[in-house]
C-alpha cells in the first residue's frame, strides 16, 4: 500500500509541474505577442487578441492546477 501512496504522490506532482508550466508558457507567450506580436509576422490588429487568448489560457491553467488539488485532497480522505 505504501508503493501505491508514492505513486500517487508523485503522479500529483507531476500534474502540478505540468499545468504550472503550461500555465507560464501561457503567459510568455501572451508577453510576447503583445510586445513583438508584429515583428513575428502578425498583424497589428491580431496582436491584441492573439495575446488576451493567451491570457486567458494561461488563467484558465492556473484555475486548473488549484482545482486539481482540491479534488485530489478530497480524495485522500
Do not use: C, N
Amino acid at each position: 500500500m505504501d508503493t501505491i501512496g508514492r505513486e500517487r504522490e508523485r503522479s500529483r506532482k507531476f500534474v502540478q509541474v505540468v499545468f504550472a508550466v503550461l500555465a507560464l508558457l501561457s503567459l510568455i507567450a501572451a508577453l510576447a505577442v503583445s510586445t513583438r506580436g508584429v515583428d513575428l509576422g502578425l498583424p497589428e490588429a491580431s496582436t491584441y487578441p492573439i495575446a488576451l487568448a493567451f491570457l486567458i489560457v494561461g488563467a484558465v491553467d492556473t484555475v486548473l492546477l488549484f482545482a486539481w488539488e482540491h479534488i485530489a485532497q478530497r480524495t485522500e480522505l
